[in-house]
């Protein structure tokens, strides 16, 4: 994987140089930690990130790390169980909360897209989410049942239905940890 990412990432922008004051051991730590986190992504996004990268490199120089990262999920989400922090959010208060009054999906999707810890505003949002998308699942479940589907409501449906198994295996995961304590 690190050999992956050297090649497709790492060698096209070897001529980048390192942000002014930040010493050469900081500078290949933050890139060591690029190549391990970047490793998730396929190699045409790997490609999309070279340009991306020296397009933001101002006077030849490396942009920060963040927004690297930031990029890159931007181009492609790591898989979910590759986000430590979605699989920490589940498992807290907030995910049991979440997954007992029926916005845990929703959740879930936005932990795995942005990251930081939602706040009242997005938890409401989440909630009306939540609302609609159980009326589209009913909706889907209704069409499928008519035989008027489409596939787009196919793979929504499964989707959703995917996100929720996966929390459940977290959630059952944090529980059975619990009681073997």
């Not at 007992?100 to 936005?110: C, H, I, N, P, Y």
């Not at 929504?156 to 059975?176: G, M, P, R, S």
Request: positive net charge; contains cysteine.
């Amino acid at each position: 994987m690190r050999a992956r990412v050297d090649m497709l990432l790492m060698q096209p922008l070897a001529g980048l140089g390192r942000k002014r004051g930040t010493s050469a051991e900081a500078h290949d730590k933050a890139l060591a930690r690029l190549r391990d986190w970047l490793s998730y992504m396929s190699d045409d996004n790997l490609r999309a990130m070279v340009d991306l990268i020296a397009r933001h490199a101002v006077k030849g120089v490396w942009p920060e790390e963040g927004l690297i990262r930031s990029w890159a999920m931007t181009l492609q989400c790591p898989p979910p169980r590759d986000s430590a922090y979605a699989q920490s959010l589940i498992r807290s208060a907030m995910g049991r909360q979440a997954m007992s009054e029926g916005w845990a999906v929703e959740l879930f999707q936005v932990a795995k897209k942005l990251g930081p810890p939602p706040g009242k505003y997005i938890i409401t949002r989440l909630r009306q989410d939540a609302d609609n998308n159980r009326h589209r699942r009913r909706v889907i479940r209704e069409n499928i049942e008519a035989g008027r589907a489409t596939l787009a409501e196919k793979e929504w449906l499964a989707a959703w239905h995917q996100d929720l198994a996966e929390i459940e295996a977290i959630q059952t995961a944090v529980t059975e940890e619990g009681t073997a304590a």
